[in-house]
């Protein structure tokens, strides 16, 4: 596709349960990034993927939250044992090659609500 | 630590001009980024300043000043449109975000 897509849009899911999220980037861009936004705030930084480097997972919140990405190009990001706490919107952007001059395209997002 | 500061709601007219303000503390500075973003949609990208001065981008101007940690997004000749989240990020290893700001157009 021409953008990046993410899946699913809406996802509710009840206290404890485990969610996944998908995201699929901009074909040919190497640099992948999962971003979580609470209502009325900026986005808070989860973890980034650049080609076959290590990903920087300096922005996980805890031990429940983990990403991959299969082949350098889709990725999933997983939350075990949801809390409340973790309603919000997951944002996945992609660049380039991870540039810091780079722009980032995002996602529609996946509005996570957790009950 | 890393600190990054936006007012939270502006409110201005159609057809004026609007100065919206971001003032940073990170350490370190490999740029700065203005993201708009419509409610309930994702941010798109508008300019990305790394050397003082001022990026002119059709109706949509940036400044920086990186010995002030302040930057500044300026908005010309408002349309109803504008009425949206202007949010402010500063590269250092990753994207430091600001919360933004919500500009509100009135006619």
């Known amino acids: 596709g021409a953008g990046v897509s993410q899946s699913p849009s809406n996802k509710v899911t009840e206290k404890g349960k485990d969610v996944e999220l998908r995201c699929d980037p901009i074909?040919?861009?190497?640099?992948l990034y999962w971003y979580r936004q609470s209502l009325g705030q900026g986005l808070e930084f989860l973890i980034y993927f650049q080609g076959n480097s290590a990903p920087d997972k300096s922005g996980l919140p805890s031990d429940r939250f983990s990403a991959e990405r299969t082949g350098g190009s889709v990725s999933t990001l997983t939350i075990q044992r949801t809390q409340q706490e973790d309603s919000a919107v997951y944002l996945c952007?992609?660049?380039?090659?991870?540039?810091?001059?780079?722009?980032?395209?995002f996602g529609p997002g996946t509005r996570l609500l957790v009950l | 630590g890393q600190n990054i500061d936006q007012p939270t709601e502006m409110t201005a007219t159609e057809g004026a001009i609007v100065q919206i303000n971001c003032t940073y503390q990170?350490?370190?500075?490999?740029?700065l980024f203005w993201y708009q973003q419509h409610a309930g949609e994702a941010p798109t990208f508008l300019s990305y300043n790394v050397l003082d001065g001022l990026e002119e981008k059709g109706r949509f101007s940036s400044f920086l000043s990186r010995s002030k940690g302040y930057s500044y997004l300026l908005l010309k000749e408002l349309q109803m449109k504008d009425s949206a989240s202007y949010l402010c990020a500063v590269r250092h290893y990753q994207l430091i975000w600001g919360a933004g700001t919500k500009l509100i157009i009135k006619p």
């Open positions: 952007a992609s660049s380039e090659s991870g540039g810091s001059g780079e722009t980032q395209y």
């Open positions: 990170t350490s370190g500075f490999n740029g």
């Open positions: 074909s040919g861009h190497t640099a």
